[in-house]
């Protein structure tokens, strides 16, 4: 027998992802200020931050929602019990080792390529037997997630720059990607489950947003803030903008879990618009990919987490925990904090980093706190999940 936290995929992914983005955070501002020295080798403390939440964060929060997701897509039980506590220790082994910066880095390449070669067959293996090909894009997500984060590794271990900053950026942007493409399908589902409501897809919309984002992609790669990336990157703006006003409906800001999807949603929105109007705007296009960072990638998957955890242990999805609202008010504050405080007052900009940070911090913390015993525990009606 195994305890609960091991019956599905969103149960040790999720905890284990939640704190580790406060502790991580928290030992970024530490070596940021400098209270925290660690030894990189051919690798900038930046770098590593942003590997670790990349590769680090989104992939284990990625990790959980597939092994739920495909179960429940294809009948076909994902990895349980010791097998998918095994998983998880090579996830978390990689993560420790990383935290004493490069000196172990070898060995923590083989535990986190090896996490994610398990994962990429875990989540393909169902996927395959019942011959579900419109997962296809899910796979391809995953294994150029490998092959990105195999690419960072080998670009420090050569003293490769150019390596090292396609690994970042490819990883990055391949998790925004995956956002907007997996929103256009569960928005609209959760909002019909939630409150009734159809929200439309429309498929030029849908057309253009998806072929944007490639387009950005592979421009970013091949050569940063050009005009084709720009370009691309107001297209996948517009796109969602229509997209996001089309949705818009008054019911959907009155419940907490929805309301978080959207904002995360937003958020993304207004990073592309700041990253293609940098130049005209006069402002740095990092401040569109931390509106990206932050508040995308950071609500949305709080907000995923927080909905996935509640459903899946048979408790009302109209009355998340108490410190869910908080922790998502907590992580607005801290974009905003990151967006818009250097903007007004450039020379604040470390202090904003700090404040966002901790904020960061606190919200994290507040819903590991709220979220751990309903992950490590039975579900509420008995049943196996």
Do not use: K
């Not at 900038?44 to 670790?52: M, N, T, V």
């Not at 990055?172 to 928005?187: D, E, G, Q």
């Amino acid at each position: 027998m195994h305890p609960p936290l091991f019956n599905l995929g969103f149960r040790p992914f999720f905890l284990a992802a939640a704190g580790f983005a406060a502790v991580t955070m928290l030992a970024w501002l530490a070596v940021f200020s400098g209270r925290l020295h660690i030894e990189f080798e051919h690798l900038s403390a930046s770098q590593w931050h942003a590997h670790e939440m990349v590769y680090g964060y989104a992939v284990a929060v990625i990790a959980g929602f597939l092994l739920t997701a495909v179960r429940n897509w294809t009948g076909i039980d994902t990895p349980r019990g010791w097998l998918l506590a095994a998983l998880c220790f090579l996830w978390l082994a990689a993560r420790l080792l990383l935290l004493s910066g490069t000196r172990f880095l070898p060995i923590a390449a083989v535990f986190d390529i090896a996490f994610q070669l398990l994962l990429l067959i875990s989540v393909a293996w169902p996927i395959a037997r019942v011959r579900q090909y419109r997962q296809i894009g899910i796979l391809s997500t995953l294994t150029l997630m490998l092959a990105g984060n195999l690419a960072f590794y080998i670009g420090v271990e050569q003293a490769s720059p150019e390596l090292i900053r396609i690994s970042l950026y490819g990883g990055f942007y391949l998790v925004i990607a995956l956002i907007l493409t997996m929103a256009r399908r569960l928005v609209p589902f959760f909002t019909h489950s939630a409150i009734g409501v159809e929200l439309p897809n429309h498929r030029i919309v849908d057309l253009a947003s998806l072929l944007g984002l490639l387009v950005f992609f592979l421009a970013e790669l091949a050569r940063p803030a050009s005009n084709v990336s720009d370009v691309a990157a107001a297209v996948v703006f517009l796109a969602n903008v229509f997209r996001l006003l089309r949705w818009n409906h008054p019911q959907v800001w009155r419940v907490p879990m929805l309301r978080s999807l959207f904002v995360a949603l937003w958020c993304i929105t207004v990073g592309f618009a700041l990253v293609a109007g940098a130049e005209l705007l006069a402002v740095p296009r990092l401040i569109g990919l931390q509106a990206m960072a932050v508040g995308g990638i950071g609500i949305v998957t709080v907000g995923m987490m927080g909905r996935v955890a509640v459903g899946h242990t048979g408790r009302d999805l109209s009355h998340p925990p108490r410190l869910y609202a908080i922790s998502i008010v907590l992580l607005l504050a801290a974009t905003a904090v990151r967006i818009l405080l250097p903007l007004a007052v450039p020379a604040w900009y470390v202090q904003c980093i700090q404040l966002s940070g901790a904020l960061w911090i606190g919200g994290f913390s507040l819903f590991t706190l709220a979220y751990a015993p309903i992950l490590c525990g039975p579900r509420v009606d008995g049943r196996y999940g």
